[in-house]
């Protein structure tokens, strides 16, 4: 069988397995010599085959293979590059986040999703390096955003008051400010307050959206009358997520659906009515 | 050779250099996708397994609402609605919108998967005939059924967005048979730059032929049948080189209605599809060019070389006659309906390549290949074409 086969064979099969037998696969895939062709596949012309190499490199936790993505860091391609930094971040020694940043080229280009998945790595073993990112001004929005969102998931509040600051900063019409309070919803922690109470005044239907989204999620008692008002606001998006955020403040929520659902102008009645429905709360 | 006014002489040699050039200019833009396309399968993506695609975009795949229009479906409808259910996405929702059905496609939903009537609060952004019920199946929680009134295929997708509630929507066509990890190749475009895609299509392929069990595609074989196998050719050209050409240069004006992922937002934001045209794809497509160009954003529509769904194709001459008239039709009717972007420079690209090669494909390209062929005979009664010239090439 080509050599070539055996490779991607090997790497079809450990992708469709987990555990004791993931790791026996690769034991035995490191004996038939796969991670040397997929280093040697580190040169080749093609992009794809560049590719392959990387993400099957990706599977094998030894020096060799980690030197190799290392090197590949300063690839010509950024995506091959991305590719690369993800697989060493899954790894025990992780270059530093500064670092990978740098060689990424983060700064001077686009950012994809996939950046959220290399911080988050990160978030969990050295928050510190990805909070100095969020906390880098000359680094590009998209990419402290991602940072923030990475910190986010990882559930760390050390950076609450830091979001806070920035979203309380942040113009009203900006992309950034919806972000922010998207961010300090997914954290859920209490001291998100005037952030998300400013967010819900905004003329930025994104902004009140998030805004609508954490203060459900805080479960933060003192936006419910906002967000009783907020169920009258032209955009649908910013009466359903009020709506959806007065269910999540529980009986003081509702009560104001009630209200609304009553006594509201149209698109309120219509919003609150609704919701009460559909969540069975209907009077 | 006949005798003839010199006028008509000069006439005839006008005609013939016009068709001769449109002829050219068609070739030159082949050519030219040729090349975008080759260039663009050069760079594709490595072909990755499913579950190495899990493993990549798992906890970050945006969800996705699958709007399915139904009308008349009750034959295969419960075999569609069991093939969407089982994609491979993390966070899905399958919205089925039956589009006032004469036969019983919305007893055998309601019955099949014990679903119950529902509030739901949805938005009214886009217009579509009324809703007559919303239903939701207890056991079943990523499905949920539209009933309305009959008001045609866009009215129904119209519905089905309107009440989706995730970031990014899949219009497909009933009878689309989706490979099982369609949404996870389909979704990558918008992972890789998130802040910029707008729009995803995919590759679309022949089913005639294939061997099929429950709504999915198990073997791939080539039809027997003349005519849908001169398609499987067909379809190969139009996908992997011109809409992967186009998708390259950024000019792809048309995402087909058999499979798109589209941002919701940005479809509410044009009206979403058209109810007043048979070529409500290509229309949606064009207007969020227009719109991106408008308001000056970057943006992305792409189209990805991945085989995503599969289609029957018409087996008859009758059928295939139908179906191609409608997308001439459809074509026309955008073109027509946003002539004003035709070599506009304000829309650059798209205006210039993008409407250029529907100007010279679709709009002139049927008549001027006609004619070509209407011509040769008195063309060669006027003397001004050489069959000895033929001759002697040979």
New interface residues.
Partial sequence: MADSVVTQLTL?LI??VRGAERIQFIGKAAELGVPDRLRRQLRSF????R??AV?GLALFDDALSREALLDTLGDRDD?IRLAAA?ALGRGDNRPGLDELVARLGLRDH?????T??LF?HYAKEAPDEVQALVLDTDLPL?VRLAAIEAQAVSGDYRLVPAIVELGLRAPDDSEELPRYLHALGRIGHPAARDAVLAGLASNSMPARVAAAGAAGRIALLESADQLAGLLDAPE??VR?RS?EALLQLGDTGIVRLREAAASGGELAR??AA??L??RGL?P | MISAPDWLFRAAEIVTLFVIACGLIQILFYIVQLLFAALALHRRPAHASTSALWDRFGDIAPSIAIVAPAYNEEVTIIESVEALLALHYPDFEVIVVNDGSKDATLQTLIDHYSMRPVARYHDRALAHQPIRGLYAAPARPRLFLVDKQNGGKADAMNAGINVARTPLVCVIDADTLLEPDALMRAVRPFIDDPARTVAVGGTIRIANGCRVEGGRVVEARLPRNFFALMQVVEYLRAFLMARLGLSEMQTLLIISGAFGLFRRNSVIDVGGFSADTVGEDMELVVKLHRRMRDLKRPYRIVYIPEPVSWTEAPETAAILGNQRARWQRGSLETFRAHKDMFLNPRYGRIGLVGFGQVWIVDVIGPIVEVAGYLLVPPLWMLGLISFDYVRSRR
Wanted: glycine share 0%; proline share 0%; no cysteine.
């Fill in positions: 079809d992708q469709l093609s992009r794809r085959r590719m392959i993400q995506e993800l686009r950012s994809s999703l996939l959220v998945t988050r998209s649908w998006w359903f709506a219509e919003a609704a919701m429905a559909e209907a």
